[in-house]
């Protein structure tokens, strides 16, 4: 497995769903992205939940976890959700919910947070139930009032639960959560989203949430529909994609269903990825 710093870097698949192939590419004509992420007959394209986690320095730190297995039959058919492999997936990497000791949340939106609760004799409950959640608060704000783009993804029984438990911690704009951890925030997709940049000697890994969903995501106007501020997101794209390149970070890739890891380049055609990987390749 690979290391940065203390920490001992692992994939965790949490499953596969589909998203409307429009909504995840925008303006752009279904004739170019069609081409790269081909849609089933309902104009879906298959997307990932790839989670990271990071053991070392005394904690087991999860970032996101997917959509959960509290949705019922209607939303599993809407996005084809495939099951949650959550458990499966930390008990391939050496791990169960309880080795735990911190959620690091972009968002709440379903697809990234879903995981974070589950069902305990009818009963909502923390998934983690030895685990600090860690959110922004300008976030948590935003999803208890969320605006009408937002709204079908933000569920209650998400987050409320770990509010009440008094497991949520919220943090105000950019920080050094952890030694060698930092949380990176952005507007355009989402209210106060957090990225979240590890580093060490070895090098920089960012995971990349719904700043950049794919590697598809990097061309400047290949804009989510999702997007509540889609112009910000153009700007802050730009902003990162630059510092990525210069700095020579590594991008790690939520939603992509080929590419969990890549670097970047510099082409006549603008900054594209280079050398995609698995995580267990680098360093």
């Known amino acids: 497995m690979p290391q940065i710093g203390p920490y001992t870097l692992h994939t965790v698949e949490c499953g596969r769903f589909r998203l409307d192939g429009g909504a995840m590419f925008g303006i752009i004509p279904r004739v170019l992205w069609a081409r790269r992420m081909p849609p089933d007959d309902r104009n879906r394209i298959s997307m990932c939940m790839r989670s990271l986690l990071l053991e070392g320095d005394g904690r087991v730190i999860l970032i996101d976890n997917g959509a959960g297995n509290k949705y019922d039959a209607r939303f599993k058919d809407i996005f084809a959700l495939e099951g949650c492999t959550l458990d499966d997936s930390l008990k391939k990497a050496g791990f169960i ?130 997007d509540v501020r889609p112009l910000t997101t153009v700007a802050e794209k730009a902003h990162f994609l630059n510092r990525a390149l210069t700095d020579q970070w590594q991008l790690f890739f939520e939603h992509d269903p080929e590419v969990a890891v890549a670097s970047l380049q510099e082409t006549e055609q603008g900054i594209t990825t280079s050398s995609p990987r698995l995580l267990e390749e680098l360093f």
């Open 97 to 226: 919910a309880e080795d735990v000791t911190d959620v690091i949340l972009t968002h709440l939106h379903f697809d990234h947070a879903g995981g974070s609760t589950t069902y305990d004799r009818g009963r909502v409950v923390p998934k983690f139930k030895d685990a600090t959640y860690h959110l922004q608060q300008d976030h948590l704000e935003s999803a208890r009032v969320p605006n009408i783009r937002e709204r079908a993804s933000f569920l209650p029984d998400n987050f409320e639960p770990l509010a009440a438990t008094g497991q949520l911690r919220t943090h105000q704009g950019e920080k050094q959560l952890f030694p060698g951890i930092d949380l990176m925030v952005v507007n355009g997709h989402t209210t106060a989203q957090q990225l979240v940049r590890i580093s060490g000697k070895e090098g920089v890994i960012v995971f990349c949430a719904d700043l950049l969903p794919t590697i598809h995501h990097l061309r400047a106007p290949w804009v989510m529909a999702y």
